[in-house]
């Protein structure tokens, strides 16, 4: 078969203030019909202009083609006209957006939107347009999919919305599909689930798919071949088993390192002279959020995010919280630093009750534990020197003179790896790890006992992502520091937890020292949240697991076991009893397969 | 050295903002007659040819007087040039205007991002207040007030004052809401900052740019409630060269001195013209939402 998309010579520049700049040069690109072909690249690598080029839609200026040819089924796209370019759009070539919340319209009903796309590019009349559209969902998996076509966009989850993105660019029967990172924003037991369903499209109707992620072990569970992107030119191409196992290009190979950083060689005899000494204590933590009725004001319904969770921690050591978005890990951090008001428990940390600290003390010990939020972009004040936003907590806790402030500053900056004369820069100027750095060079400037990670690498470039692991590590040791890290993703947890809590709906169920849970989970959810992310070791969609169903509303959680309704291994019991903590082979489980 | 660098940064910003704002044909325009009001409201003693006719000098002997190369804008009932009063005119109304609004932005946002960060009780008892005086259509509120406190110009301001601060209230508080949300003010909190620094630090210095937005739009509407004010005879009083008072005037005249009434309101509406003009071009380059780089 012949190549159905070919690129051949593109070069793109973009516009700036001073000059232009190349965003793409690619010498070719060749994808043959109904395969797929990855294209892996940092963030600001040119993936998302490339997308965009295919299909026309490029914004020009700034944007400006310079020269080469995309040809899609032997015609070119850069000499079309803009309404040969329209047609084709939708008929041949489709987009899967990253965001499905942004690209469906919030008030109409997901049916009527999938309607029209037939109504409007293939005239057909409402029966039929009908008829497709649930043809479509049923194809999609969606489940009962006419109750399902008649909801909003916002009554649907995120995994279900991008289904519908995916019905919707493949109702007018396109050739080639191309999905821009479709599963950045989904939580890894329904990616997995997106990702099968990708792959099954694509052998069963021969669409060819163009999948761009920055996420290198994303797409080599699911494509044919690969390229490497970077700057705009691609460094490495060809088949994905050759590309991984056998990387010609430096950066390749860095790429694959930062995918799986190495274990560290984890010194038990430290944890165990660390033991007796418990720096936090959270005991019977509740946070519930009542669900108010404007009119009513009914006041008995309650989100319960947080539902009862004890646990300790030894000093030293770092437990990692793990589980699926809306599972409570992010409440539970916020309410252990008291910056949500808790329902009910009790936070016990460096032998001080928190929750019941006045309010000077409770400034006063704040600097002790301090937080590193997720999102770089908006946790630095954009009006704020970095000098000025290191410093902060310094010049709230201690008073200081004008030079010596600005060479702590400096020294903590040195110490995060960042130049010293950086700090006479806004945020804006610096790349998402650099960020991160500043966010923890910031955490650090008063010198804490502990601190709270929440996702620190999930919205940053995989190579600064294992540097900035690398780092916190260093500083762990250096500073004598007690880590909470959170986050979806399971390797950067393994590397850096000692203990490991796994939670799910505002419980805990599973909870233990990293290796052995990491080596045998015991918990079915903890057993299906791992065996959900696409790694290196598989290469073939099938073996990823995905748990049936979505994550159930935390409104009306379920009664007995809150995992039941997902769970394979489900008996009655689980269905009307709470299952208790249990010590099994030195960890402990909360589900009744282990209850004696 | 390490305080020259400190500067840089500041300046290289700002030099940003500029650039883009020269990029819109229109915003330039604006720019350059915003400064050129300035400089006529700063120099107006020196570039009036009869800067005596600003104050009280008559010249009876040449009311009326059309057009001419001696008085380029005619003269009015009592002889005096109409070019010079409209020099001495833009003063008035620059000046007053550019205190009223920085007053109006100082009370308003101030209270505004009280009521948006603290919430709960203060945000109702402020909010509520502000609703009183934005139930009321602002020039009839200043009007009124102008009336009840009698007319002069310092009345007049005092009235367009007590009408234009709700709006900055209510604007801030909207802003201060969503950046109380934001990361960086949950991590200044975790710090352990105290809540006056916040709203100094954090919350404040993000909110300006709507602000200042909002008050360069405002600098032409005031100019013109403020000539309203003294069209109606609440504002300036004679011999004060306003150009409302001076449109008032004219209206007696207007049929046989067109020149008396046109130049004065030719000036009310460049004035408010440059300021709109300067406001929506600050717009898109302040507001991220539409700023282009």
Known sequence: ?596 | MIYWNNIKSRVKDIRLTVYLLGKNPLTKIAMLLTILLIVIAILAPIIAPYPEDAVSATHPENTLAPISAAHWFGTDELGRDIFSKILFGTRISLSTAFITVCMAMFIGSFLGAIAGTFGGIINEIIMRITDVFLSFPSLLLAVTIASLLGPSTRNAQIAILISYWPWYTRLMRGQAISVREKQFVKAAEAIGTSRIRIIAKHIVPNCVAPIIVQASMDMGAVILTLASLSFLGLGAQSPTPEWGLMVATSKNYVLNAWWYSVFPGLAIFIAVLTFNLLGDGLREVLDPKTRKN
């Open chain 1, 1 to 596: 078969m012949g190549n159905y998309l070919e690129i051949n010579n593109l070069i793109v520049n973009y516009k700036t203030i001073d000059d232009k700049k190349n965003v793409l040069n690619i010498s070719r690109i060749a994808v043959e019909k109904g395969k797929s072909y990855g294209i892996v690249g940092e963030s600001g690598s040119g993936k998302t202009v490339l997308a965009l080029t295919i299909q026309g839609l490029l914004a020009t200026p700034p944007g400006e083609i310079e020269s080469g040819e995309i040809l899609l089924d032997s015609q070119d796209v850069l000499k079309m006209s803009a309404k040969e370019i329209k047609k084709l759009r939708g008929n041949k070539v489709s987009m899967i957006f990253q965001d499905p919340m942004s690209t469906l319209n919030p008030v109409f009903t997901v049916g009527f939107q999938m309607e029209r796309i037939l109504i409007d590019n293939k005239h057909y009349n409402k029966t039929l347009a009908k008829e497709k559209t649930i043809e479509m969902a049923r194809l999609v998996k969606l489940p009962d999919p006419e109750d399902t076509l008649n909801k909003y966009p916002h009554e649907l989850s995120g995994g279900q919305r991008q289904r519908i993105i995916i019905g919707m660019a493949l109702l007018c029967g396109a050739e080639l599909i191309i999905a821009d990172e479709p599963t950045r924003n989904l939580d890894v037991t329904i990616q997995a689930g997106i990702l099968k369903l990708i792959y099954e499209l694509q052998n069963d109707l021969g669409v060819t798919v163009l999948f761009i992620a920055n996420n290198l072990s994303l797409v080599s569970a699911v494509c044919d071949e690969i390229a490497i992107l970077r700057n705009g030119i691609i460094v490495e191409q060809g088949t994905t088993a050759n590309v991984i196992n056998n990387p010609q290009n430096e950066y390749t190979k860095m790429l694959l390192k930062s995918v799986t950083p190495q274990m560290k060689g984890k010194s038990n005899c430290q944890n165990t002279l660390a033991r007796d000494n418990t720096i936090l204590t959270v005991d019977h933590l509740k946070k519930y959020y009542p669900v108010q009725n404007q009119f009513t004001r009914r006041k008995n319904l309650f989100v319960k995010a947080v539902d009862d969770v004890s646990f300790s921690l030894s000093k030293g050591t770092t437990l990692g919280i793990v589980g699926e978005s809306g599972c409570g890990k992010s409440t539970l951090v916020n309410t252990l630093l008291y910056l949500i008001n808790p329902t009910e428990g009790e936070v016990i940390f460096d032998n001080k009750a928190m929750f019941s600290l006045e309010k000077k003390k409770l400034r006063e010990e704040r600097k002790n534990v301090q937080i590193v939020f997720q999102d770089p972009f908006w946790s630095l004040n954009p009006r704020m020197l970095v000098k000025d936003i290191i410093g902060e907590p310094l010049k709230v806790h201690k008073k200081m003179g004008r030079d010596e402030y600005i060479k702590e500053v400096m020294s903590l900056a040195e110490l995060v790896g960042l130049p010293g004369t950086s700090i006479f820069k806004y945020p804006h100027e610096f790349s998402g790890g650099q960020r991160q750095r500043i966010a923890i060079a910031r955490s650090l400037s008063v010198n804490p006992k502990m601190i709270v990670l929440d996702e620190p690498t999930s919205a940053i470039d995989i190579v600064s992502q294992s540097s900035i692991l690398e780092l916190l590590d260093s500083l762990k040791n250096q500073m004598q520091l007690t880590y909470i890290i959170i986050s979806h993703d399971l390797s950067v947890v393994h590397y850096m937890a000692d203990e490991i809590i796994v939670m799910y709906l505002g419980k805990i169920v599973e909870s233990g020292p990293s290796d052995i849970i990491f080596n045998d989970p015991k918990h079915p959810y903890t057993q299906a949240l791992f065996n959900s992310i696409p790694s290196m070791s598989i290469n073939n969609v099938d073996d990823l697991v995905s748990i049936k169903g979505e994550v159930p509303s935390a409104i009306n959680p379920p009664i007995g076991c809150r995992f039941n309704p997902r769970c394979e291994h489900c008996m009655e019991i689980c269905k009307t009893n709470q299952p208790s903590m249990q010590t099994i082979s030195n960890r402990e489980v909360a589900c009744f397969l282990f209850e004696s």
